[in-house]
T-cell receptor, first 106, second 113 residues
Framework: GIQVEQSPPDLILQEGANSTLRCNFS?????LQWFHQNPWGQLINLFY???GTKQNGRLSATTVATERYSLLYISSSQTTDSGVYFC????????FGGGTRLMVKP | DAGVIQSPRHEVTEMGQEVTLRCKPI?????LFWYRQTMMRGLELLIY????????DSGMPEDRFSAKMPNASFSTLKIQPSEPRDSAVYFC???????????FGSGTRLTVV
């Protein structure tokens, strides 16, 4: 099956800092999504981005499908950004990476 | 739309008891997925349905687990008998074929004591 690797596994930021999360995948995919799992455990869909670049407020994402990676940018981080960020890719089904655990300190 | 609705939100049961988790997908979505999340294994797919038909159940851990989708608006995941190692958060997700992304429910946190 498709392998999905995320880096870094853990990240601590001071409020206001910027960060880049990376997702590498091992094969061509039909779909790529970024999710945020908040401290209450909910999985919130951030981006559906099989290719190209999208922006939503302080968050943006870029997927380069030909090189099999995606990046999630968080600018001016806030404490509410804390949680785990998952990249998930779809070949026949949605496969999740191990996540990046982000903590934003005030 | 109310999103994907799962019930119950929390379930605590004794080992050996039957547990039934429920999911209502987003209206109009034709694919439904059951995932399990644990600290050790992360998020893993258990089974998925397309147009109410089970397509791939290779992720179902063993015969104690079963899933049904009797119609387009309802699915169940049953564990019988339950064991402590089944303790996890179980998520249901739905999607519309054609690459529009998956939407997840809030999950059911299952604790088997």
């Amino acid at each position: 099956g498709i392998q999905v690797e995320q880096s870094p596994p853990d990240l601590i930021l001071q409020e206001g800092a910027n960060s880049t999360l990376r997702c590498n995948f091992s094969d061509s995919v039909n779909n790529l999504q970024w999710f945020h799992q908040n401290p209450w455990g909910q999985l919130i869909n951030l981006f559906y981005i099989p290719s190209g670049t999208k922006q939503n407020g302080r968050l943006s994402a870029t997927t380069v499908a030909t090189e099999r990676y995606s990046l999630l940018y968080i600018s001016s981080s806030q404490t509410t950004d804390s949680g785990v960020y998952f990249c998930a890719v779809e070949g026949n089904m949605l496969t999740f990476g191990g996540g990046t655990r982000l903590m934003v300190k005030p | 739309d109310a999103g994907v609705i799962q019930s119950p939100r929390h379930e605590v049961t004794e080992m050996g008891q039957e547990v039934t988790l429920r999911c209502k997908p987003i209206s109009g979505h034709n694919s439904l997925f059951w995932y399990r999340q644990t600290m050790m294994r992360g998020l893993e797919l258990l089974i998925y349905f397309n147009n109410n038909v089970p397509i791939d159940d290779s992720g179902m851990p063993e015969d104690r687990f079963s899933a049904k989708m009797p119609n387009a608006s309802f699915s169940t995941l049953k564990i019988q008998p339950s064991e402590p190692r089944d303790s996890a958060v179980y998520f249901c997700a739905s999607s519309l074929s054609g690459n529009y992304g998956y939407t997840f429910g809030s999950g059911t946190r299952l604790t088997v004591v």
